[in-house]
């Protein structure tokens, strides 16, 4: 699959942004929503997903990017503060041969712990109810501009 397609409407993002499939949300406003990831490589994984239609980072546009990239921000700051790990993993994938396995675009988010092995890409399923808890800690620590 190229890193060049037609933007589906019916991906699971575009369901979560619609609120037609659940989320454990984190944080949202006008240009993004930001949930924990459900097969977290690492506990307190988050994805921020800009809302604009896009495949990829490519596709978004300049102001939805600059906007999506100051919520990344603020949003791993929080993480620090609210789960104190001693490194975080920015990522970003764009087009299924990088890694991609969902066509809408979003960062990743992923605490790391010295000594804690990074879990597979879309490994196991996480527990809600820790998930929950995770995303309430993180959220209670956000502060947007
Ligand atoms: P990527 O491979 O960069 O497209 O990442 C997609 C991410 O979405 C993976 O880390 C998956 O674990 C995650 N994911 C897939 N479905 C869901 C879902 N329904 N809710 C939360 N995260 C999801």
Do not use: W
Not at 24 to 53: N, S, T, W
Not at 100 to 126: C, D, M, S, Y
């Amino acid at each position: 699959m190229s890193i060049d397609g037609q933007y589906d409407p019916e991906n699971i993002f575009a369901k979560i942004l619609r609120g037609e499939m659940p989320c454990v949300k984190v944080y949202e406003d006008e240009q993004v929503l930001a949930f924990m990831d459900i097969f977290p490589q690492a506990p307190g994984h988050v994805l921020v997903v800009p809302r604009e239609p896009a495949r990829n980072l490519l596709e978004l546009t300049d102001g939805a990017l600059q906007g999506a990239m100051l919520r990344v921000k603020r949003i791993a700051q929080a993480v620090k503060k609210a789960l104190n790990p001693d490194g975080i993993v920015m990522t970003q994938f764009s087009g299924a041969p990088a890694g991609q396995t969902v066509f809408h675009v979003h960062f990743h988010i992923i605490p790391r712990k010295e000594g804690e092995a990074l879990g597979a890409h879309g490994g196991g399923q996480a527990d809600m109810a820790e998930l929950q808890v995770q995303a309430e800690k993180i959220a209670a620590a956000i502060e947007m501009p």
